[in-house]
């Protein structure tokens, strides 16, 4: 079995840097030598339709997350009265956003999660270094 890739259509993919050195902020430029040894080759791997493909284009930037686990961190500061988080969602914010932004809102209005339980975002998993493991997903 094969996969089709038909002409003229995009495929958006990236990776994170082979090695994570301390962020370098002027520095903007892809690592196009990412795509031909390790993109690439995990793509027509997964898909032999991808056997043609080309890069047309590259962007490069940084992406910033909790360090812990790559995941939001939601609700109430332990130590602090009456700090509120909703933060930490890097490239996950559109995504993530409408049902954080829900649950936020009960936790503000009502004292408590009512419609979502995001107590597994709280910021303890943090201070108690428990993380929350979501794999594949970027």
Same mark, same amino acid.
């Given at each position: #079995?094969?996969? +089709?890739?038909?002409?003229?259509?995009?495929? =958006?993919?990236g990776c994170p840097p &082979?090695?994570?050195?301390?962020? *370098? $902020?002027?520095?903007h430029d892809p690592h196009y030598d990412l795509f031909e040894e390790v993109i690439w080759p995990s793509l027509y791997n997964r898909m032999?339709? +991808?056997?043609?493909?080309? #890069?047309?284009?590259?962007?490069a930037g940084h992406y910033e $997350? @909790?360090? &812990? *686990?790559?995941?939001? +961190? =939601?609700?109430?500061?332990? *130590? =602090?009265?009456? +700090? $509120? #988080? @909703?933060a930490g969602f890097s490239g996950h914010g559109l995504q993530h956003g409408p049902g954080a932004g829900r649950g936020?809102?009960? &936790? /503000? /209005?009502?004292?408590?999660y009512r419609s979502l339980d995001l107590s597994i975002f709280g910021y303890e998993? =943090?201070?108690?270094n428990k993380p929350v493991r979501e794999f594949n997903i970027i």
């Open positions: #079995m094969s996969t +089709f890739v038909p002409k003229g259509t995009s495929t =958006i993919s &082979l090695e994570d050195p301390a962020a *370098d $902020y002027e520095d032999p339709g +991808f056997d043609a493909i080309k #890069m047309t284009n590259a962007w $997350y @909790c360090t &812990l *686990d790559q995941n939001a +961190f =939601i609700g109430v500061h332990p *130590d =602090i009265t009456n +700090f $509120y #988080m @909703c936020i809102g009960e &936790l /503000l /209005l009502y004292g408590e998993r =943090i201070a108690e």
